[in-house]
């Protein structure tokens, strides 16, 4: 009964059909949460680092307190990295998008694999290549939203280059 009670509202006044991405289609995607992830990597990689340079191998209260803190936060990081780069190029990237930049998908496979190796290893140059691809990645995004780009050194602990769009 409802059915047919919707079938004569929509034939009086016809409901135009939208599409969206999820439930609420809000259209805000920036790549800015994998950026600022990837530095994350890469910062706590170095406080590894400066921990054992520090520590020595030792097992002191402060020296695995400082080292479950700064590989948990690492791994958290490498993981909204891959989790922030899947829903763009899941919800916001499309076919078109693809067919301009053909490595797009590869690049995305990329980032997903130093994502997994970042959280598996504290090695540095794996955390700055999950940053390039990361960055890579920012600079099709802004392209496609046709914004121009430039690197600039992060004003954080970290100060590698991050990509931002040009306002």
């Not at 809000?26 to 530095?39: E, F």
């Not at 090695?123 to 780009?149: C, Y």
């Not at 430039?150 to 040009?166: D, F, G, L, Q, S």
Request: charged share 25%; net charge negative; glycine share 6%.
């Amino acid at each position: 009964m409802s059915k047919k009670l919707i079938q004569k509202i929509e034939a009086w006044h016809p409901i135009d059909e939208v599409q969206a991405h999820c439930d609420i289609p809000c259209g805000i995607y920036d790549p800015h949460h994998a950026q600022i992830g990837a530095l994350t990597v890469v910062r706590m990689v170095d406080l590894i680092a400066d921990q054992v340079k520090e520590h020595g191998k030792g097992s002191t209260a402060e020296f695995i307190n400082g080292m479950a803190r700064f590989i948990a936060i690492k791994e958290e990081h490498a993981e909204l990295v891959k989790h922030e780069t899947r829903i763009i190029w899941g919800d916001f990237i499309k076919q078109p998008h693809l067919e301009e930049f053909p490595q797009l998908n590869g690049l995305v496979h990329k980032i997903m694999q130093l994502g997994s190796k970042a959280r598996q290893t504290a090695d540095r140059e794996t955390a700055l290549g999950l940053l390039d691809a990361v960055n890579e990645f920012a600079e099709i995004f802004w392209q496609i939203k046709g914004k121009e780009t430039k690197r600039v050194k992060a004003p954080y602990a970290v100060t590698e280059e991050m990509v931002v769009p040009i306002l």
